[in-house]
């Protein structure tokens, strides 16, 4: 199952005409662990609806 954690977009820079990078940063009372090359999946609500996203 997975787990989903509080994060805080932290910086946002536009590298090519179709890429962002985002710099995310965790709460530090969470015990986080990444490692580069997974995909994490992403969930917000808008107007009640669940939306999830995964990226690499």
């Known amino acids: 199952m997975a787990r989903f954690y509080p994060l805080t977009v932290t910086d946002i820079q536009k590298t090519i005409r179709d890429a962002v990078v985002v710099s995310l940063s965790p709460d530090p009372k969470t015990n986080f662990d990444f490692i580069q090359g997974q995909y994490l999946t992403f969930k917000k ?12």
Request: charged fraction near 40%; aromatic fraction near 16%; hydrophobic fraction near 15%.
């Open 45 to 56: 609500d808008f107007d009640g609806q669940e939306i999830r996203r995964s990226y690499s």
